[in-house]
């Protein structure tokens, strides 16, 4: 999603100018709806990762304003680029706790 957004600003002197009906961007308001339903649903079977689920909405949120005005100045991007990478170090967070290797490696 990063990537997509990046890619659909048009650089200017102070700011980025945005159109909210190109493709790109009608494309990035599908996955931020696609990432909502399925928040939604995570949030009913694991209502105890509010955590998770709330670092996914603002970062869902943040894309929803970002790319839906037409004028994008720094702070805007620097809003969206914390909250994204608030998210993604939860991931990195999870993915370096693992449990200790018991016995023999199951694989030999």
């Given at each position: 999603?990063?990537?997509e957004g ?7 002197y102070?700011?980025?100018v945005n159109?909210?009906g190109s493709a790109v961007n009608l494309q990035?308001d599908e996955?931020?709806e696609?990432?909502a339903?399925?928040i939604?649903?995570f949030?009913?079977?694991y209502?105890?990762e509010?955590?998770?689920?709330n670092?996914?909405?603002t970062?869902?949120?943040d ?10 100045n720094n702070y ?9 990478r608030r ?9 370096s706790i ?6 023999t490696?199951?694989?030999?």
């Open positions: 999603m990063y990537d990046i890619a659909s600003l048009g650089d200017s102070h700011s980025w159109d909210p990035i996955l931020i696609h990432i339903t399925n939604f649903i949030k009913l079977t209502h105890n509010s955590d998770l689920t670092r996914v909405e970062f869902s949120y894309n929803f304003t970002l790319f839906s005005s037409y004028g994008i805007d991007i620097q809003r969206w680029y914390l909250s994204r998210l993604f170090r939860t991931f990195s967070e999870t993915e693992q449990p200790e290797k018991v016995g490696n199951l694989f030999n």
